[in-house]
């Protein structure tokens, strides 16, 4: 099993920054792509960034130029740096981690999530 706790949301002014960190704990060797995802309300969830565990990283078109997915592996956590934040971000993000299956991974486990508000 893994858990996933976010932290680091919150409420800034359009132009701004923020940085969502992802903690893993338990099974963590078992992750092989960790993604961010977002919920704004009344919509469906969609995929912000991901980052594989050889460090391919991957991003909405949305978000491209704005966003930034690291890792830290000794700290077992990924970071989602988002700058010039629109009020479009505003949204709950999550974060998920997900196992091989075939040629692709499925995310099998999930955070509660972290709310993102951006004002205009």
């Known amino acids: 099993q893994v858990q996933l706790v976010e932290s680091g949301g919150g409420l800034v002014q359009a132009g701004g920054s923020l940085r969502l960190s992802c903690a893993a704990s338990?099974?963590?060797?078992?992750?092989?792509?960790t993604g961010w995802f977002r919920q704004a309300a009344g919509k469906q969830r969609e995929a912000v960034a991901d980052?594989?565990?050889?460090?391919?990283?991957n991003y909405a078109d949305s978000v491209k130029g704005r966003f930034t997915i690291s890792r830290d592996n000794a700290k077992n956590t990924v970071y989602l740096q988002m700058n010039s934040l629109k009020p479009e971000d505003t949204a709950v993000y999550l974060c998920?981690?997900?196992?091989?299956?075939?040629?692709?991974?499925?995310?099998?486990?999930w955070g509660q999530g972290t709310q993102v508000t951006v004002s205009s």
């Open positions: 998920a981690a997900g196992i091989r299956v075939g040629l692709g991974y499925r995310y099998d486990y």
């Open positions: 338990g099974s963590v060797s078992i992750i092989k792509i």
């Open positions: 980052i594989t565990s050889a460090g391919g990283t």
